[in-house]
């Protein structure tokens, strides 16, 4: 299934609704980096609360949008790993220091408001 | 959910539906939402294993009754290449595919029993053990 991608100002919001398989994160990637083109983006949030496993591939796949779009000048922050996925990331051996995460979709976009502005965006409030 | 069920994988959407099968039977025997969430990770790197080395395989899933203990055991069989150097296979980082080198000593570490049983050009087995805490 695909995962929808709304544009809000300067930013896309990706949120995944349901268990991804490998092609559909593949799809993912290929229509972020087209659309942070299109839309001339500075930041991404990909909402990924929905995910109830984030294994090796769907987590070095959100590593690569991360990557690939600050290489296009948009910086993405990845928000809602749920804490049972977090727990089994840091077992697997998953490296995710060099990419942004936030707790929620609030606090994701305030995280790139900031980034962007360079003042503190509307949090809580 | 019956006690044992046999999923065959052929491709991506397999893995999503062995390891929701597994979600379901881990659930019905009381397993805490962290094991539900560790084994069906670890379900999905040996699936897809499967799907990236050998194409085709399958993945059976079963209940496990022993002395009061409840768990489940996931047997990941394929007859592709098997693996040439299981031990190199175990360390983090190698990968003869292009992923990270994770799946197999990811998924061991995720679980409470793992074997694996491979020989060149003769498939390759793996079998894991989640137990209910």
Request: aromatic share 4%; charged share 25%; proline share 3%.
């Amino acid at each position: 299934m695909a995962v929808p991608i709304l544009k809000q100002g300067p930013f896309l919001i990706a949120s995944i609704q349901a268990a991804l398989t490998d092609t559909d994160v593949v799809r993912l990637q290929e229509d972020i980096m087209r659309q942070v083109g299109r839309f001339r983006s500075r930041g991404i949030v990909v909402d990924v609360t929905s995910l109830d496993v984030m294994d090796s591939f769907v987590s070095r796949s959100l590593r690569g949008i991360a990557h690939m779009t600050r290489l296009r000048g948009a910086e993405t922050v990845i928000v809602g790993i749920q804490p049972e996925v977090a727990f089994a990331m840091v077992q697997l051996g998953m490296n995710f220091e060099d990419v942004h995460t936030a707790l929620d979709l609030e606090e994701g976009l305030a995280f790139l408001q900031e980034k962007l502005t360079g003042e503190p965006g509307g949090g809580a409030g | 959910m019956p006690d044992s069920v046999h999923v065959a994988i052929a491709s991506d959407s397999d893995v999503v539906t062995a390891r929701q099968i597994a979600r379901e039977m881990g659930g019905d025997l009381g397993f805490s939402s962290t094991d539900l969430t560790l084994l069906a990770t670890a379900i999905s790197e040996v699936a897809r294993n499967i799907t990236t080395y050998a194409g085709t395989g399958e993945v059976a899933l079963r209940v496990l009754r022993d002395r009061g203990r409840e768990g489940i055991e996931v047997l990941a069989s394929d007859d592709g290449p098997g693996i040439e150097d299981v031990e190199l296979a175990l360390q983090d980082g190698y990968t003869t595919g292009n992923g990270l080198g994770l799946g197999l000593p990811g998924a061991r570490r995720l679980v409470d029993e793992f074997d694996l049983e491979t020989r060149p050009g003769e498939g390759t087995r793996v079998r894991l053990v989640k137990w209910r805490v």
